[in-house]
C-alpha cells in the first residue's frame, strides 16, 4: 500500500514560482509518479510525470518549458517545481502512483488528497 501527501501549494502571482512535494510512504522507486491537477468546473488533467528511477518525464503540453518534475528515490519524494506561473495554472494538484509511466489518470492506482495552487493575475 502506498500513501501519498502533497505540500507546496499557495498563493503565488502571475510569474512566479512553486515547488510541489509529494511524500510516500512505502518505497516508491519502482513506481512512475505523476501529477496531475483539477480546476474548478473541469475534469482532472495530466501535468507530468516521471519513470521509476527517473530516467524518463513527459509534460502536458501547456506546461513544458515551464514545469519541472523530478524525484529522489532515498527520500521517496516526487517534486514539480513551478515557474512562470500563469493564472490558468490556477487548481487543485495532485500526486499519484503507476505501475507504469503514462497520462491517463485512470492507470495511477494511489493518490494524494491534493493541494490548492492559486495564481494571481
Known amino acids: 500500500q502506498v500513501q501519498l501527501v502533497e505540500s507546496g501549494g499557495g498563493l503565488v502571482q502571475a510569474g512566479g514560482s512553486l515547488r510541489l512535494s509529494c511524500a510516500a510512504s512505502g518505497r516508491t522507486f519502482n513506481f512512475a509518479m505523476g501529477w496531475f491537477r483539477q480546476a474548478p468546473g473541469k475534469e482532472r488533467a495530466f501535468v507530468a510525470a516521471?519513470?521509476?528511477?527517473?530516467?524518463?518525464?513527459i509534460y502536458a503540453d501547456s506546461v513544458k518549458g515551464r514545469f519541472t518534475i523530478s524525484r529522489d528515490n532515498a527520500n521517496n519524494t516526487v517534486f514539480l517545481q513551478m515557474n512562470s506561473l500563469k493564472p490558468e495554472d490556477t487548481a487543485v494538484y495532485y500526486c499519484?502512483?503507476?505501475?507504469?509511466?503514462?497520462?491517463?489518470?485512470?492507470?495511477?492506482?494511489?493518490w494524494g488528497q491534493g493541494t490548492q495552487v492559486t495564481v494571481s493575475s
Open positions: 516521471i519513470s521509476g528511477w527517473g530516467g524518463k518525464t
Open positions: 499519484a502512483a503507476a505501475r507504469f509511466l503514462d497520462e491517463e489518470s485512470n492507470l495511477y492506482d494511489y
